[in-house]
């Protein structure tokens, strides 16, 4: 198992921004197709966003279009979410993940992070 680690969420007003990273040092993630997923209270496990491992193609849940945006910096290993125009809706433990198969969009996320708490306010 590799370690994920996601870093970047707080407590933000309505309407604000912030960009949550992702580091995988076990893997070279320009090889993996990640994504960023969220679980609010009593709610199931969303995907927010995805990758693909060329970084060629990017995916977003409907509610997050336009708002917000999948970024993979090669360079330093790490994936970013940044998220604007943030709504109260939008409050959600979020997590990072890694498929389990490189060079491959359809292999099992199967390597996550412990999760970071993004909270909107009004």
């Known amino acids: 198992q590799v370690q994920v680690v996601e870093s970047g969420g707080g407590l933000v007003q309505a309407g604000g921004s912030l960009r949550l990273s992702c580091a995988a040092p076990g893997r070279t993630i320009s090889d993996y197709a990640m994504g960023w997923f969220r679980q609010a209270p009593g709610k199931e496990r969303e995907v927010v966003a995805r990758?693909?491992?060329?970084?060629?193609?990017?995916y977003y849940a409907e509610s997050v279009k336009g708002r917000f945006s999948i970024l993979r910096d090669n360079a330093k290993n790490t994936v970013y979410l940044q998220m604007n125009s943030l709504k109260l809706e939008d409050t959600a433990v979020y997590y990072c993940a890694v498929r389990g198969r490189a060079y491959s969009d359809y292999a099992p996320y199967v390597d996550w992070g412990q999760g970071t708490q993004v909270t909107v306010s009004s």
């Open positions: 990758i693909s491992w060329s970084g060629s193609t990017t």
